[in-house]
T-cell receptor
């Protein structure tokens, strides 16, 4: 398997623009997580899905953030409108079952100017 | 509330010295515990995991961790540090009965001095 695939790897956008981050989980995995990593706050869980259904979105910082998982092989994280404080590395991870480890993608480095 | 705490955001050791990175969790239900490593500009890689089998868990690159229920701890150790161990290390917890939610500690940056 190719692992968790995220795109794009880097994104630079202007404040106010819409940003969409994409994730393809490992085939057969039933959990998908979105995390945000910054120097100040470390690795924060934004939202996670089980069998394509959002289970906990309490980490989503504001209504500007939304996430979808239309099928088992694709998820998006959208920020609209983007702000400079959204600049961070966003990771997607997937796993199979409650007790297993999660596998991470390479991340998307987002810079909002 | 269920949480995970890593004591010490930065740890510095000399090459060949013992590495000890600390992790404590707070939970009333049995946890699943993990240690991950992150090298610069990369994603997180699993080092080892505890899922209620043996309390002493061996991982990759010579690392191991011991689950101590009485101390609610899962500290990571390596007998002899190598320069290539310099990275950021994360402890993570998934609490059984919590629908698979996986949360991470704040991370510990390990510096290895020659």
């Amino acid at each position: 398997d190719a692992g968790v695939i995220q795109s794009p790897r880097h994104e630079v956008t202007e404040m106010g623009q819409e940003v969409t981050l994409r994730c393809k989980p490992i085939s057969g995995h039933d959990y998908l997580f979105w995390y945000r990593q910054t120097m100040m706050r470390g690795l924060e869980l934004l939202i996670y899905f089980n069998n394509n259904v959002p289970i906990d979105d309490s980490g989503m910082p504001e209504d500007r953030f939304s996430a979808k998982m239309p099928n088992a092989s694709f998820s998006t994280l959208k920020i609209q409108p983007s702000e400079p404080r959204d600049s961070a590395v966003y990771f997607c991870a997937s796993k199979r079952g409650q007790a297993s480890e999660a596998f991470f993608g390479q991340g998307t480095r987002l810079t909002v100017v | 509330a269920q949480s995970v705490t890593q004591l010490g955001s930065h740890v510095s050791v000399s090459e060949g010295a013992l590495v000890l990175l600390r992790c404590n969790y707070s939970s009333s239900v049995p946890p699943y515990l993990f240690w991950y490593v992150q090298y610069p500009n990369q994603g997180l890689q699993l080092l080892l995991k505890y899922t209620s089998a043996a309390t002493l868990v061996k991982g990759i690159n010579g690392f191991e961790a011991e689950f101590k229920k009485s101390e609610t701890s899962f500290h990571l150790t390596k007998p002899s540090a190598h320069m290539s161990d310099a990275a950021e290390y994360f402890c993570a917890v998934s609490f059984s009965g919590n629908t698979g939610k996986l949360i991470f500690g704040q991370g510990t940056t390990l510096q290895v001095k020659p």
